[in-house]
């Protein structure tokens, strides 16, 4: 399946709702330190439910350390000054889909790593400044999803 990355991520309830989207799709979630709380934090736990144990989450001490996880993988960085469109990639299996923190969104250099294979936005209205983190990824991971056929998700009789 595919990779959703939080580089710094502050907001708990963002962080738990994203472990609930990684444990119903399928997905891995890599946390990138520092993070803005305590995987403990109470709002984290709430947020994710009882899917904890049902996802698979990675944390990473540094951007490098994620990088080392990833490989070789196709890194698609999701900043809001970016041209592409999201719907506009073809993703694969292993992609990794990089999100950064809530207040300031990715920085350049982290956005424009070496690593990264290219910068892609979500469409806004005129005037608006960012989504929220844990809305983004869910947009992204089920275009992602839906571009495979679902693969993997239950059918509707066995739900």
Same mark, same amino acid.
């Given at each position: ?8 991520? %502050? ?6 709702? !994203? ?13 990138? %330190?520092?993070? *803005?709380?305590?995987?403990? +934090?109470? +709002? ?11 996802? #698979? #989450?990675? /944390? ?13 993988? #196709?890194?698609?960085?999701?900043? #809001? ?7 506009? /990639?073809?993703? +694969? ?6 999100? *950064? ?18 910068? /892609? ?18 947009? /992204?991971?089920?275009? !992602?999803?839906?571009?495979? *056929?679902?693969? *993997? ?7």
């Amino acid at each position: 399946m595919f990779r959703i990355a939080f580089y710094h991520p %502050e907001i708990p309830p963002n962080t738990g709702n !994203a472990i609930r989207l990684a444990a119903n799709t399928g997905c891995e979630l890599h946390l990138i %330190e520092p993070l *803005g709380f305590s995987l403990e +934090q109470k +709002q984290l736990k709430r947020a994710g439910l009882d899917y904890h144990e049902l996802a #698979t #989450t990675h /944390v990473h001490a540094d951007f490098d350390a994620a990088l080392k996880a990833f490989g070789d993988a #196709t890194i698609y960085a999701f900043a #809001t000054r970016a041209s592409r469109c999201y719907a506009d /990639v073809t993703y +694969q299996q292993g992609d990794v889909l990089l999100f *950064g923190p809530e207040s300031v969104g990715l920085p350049d250099e982290i956005a424009h790593a070496e690593a990264v294979t290219d910068r /892609v936005t979500l469409p806004m209205a005129p005037g608006s400044r960012s989504l929220n983190l844990a809305n983004s990824a869910s947009i /992204v991971v089920y275009e !992602a999803w839906r571009q495979h *056929g679902f693969a *993997g998700a239950a059918s509707s009789k066995q739900r």
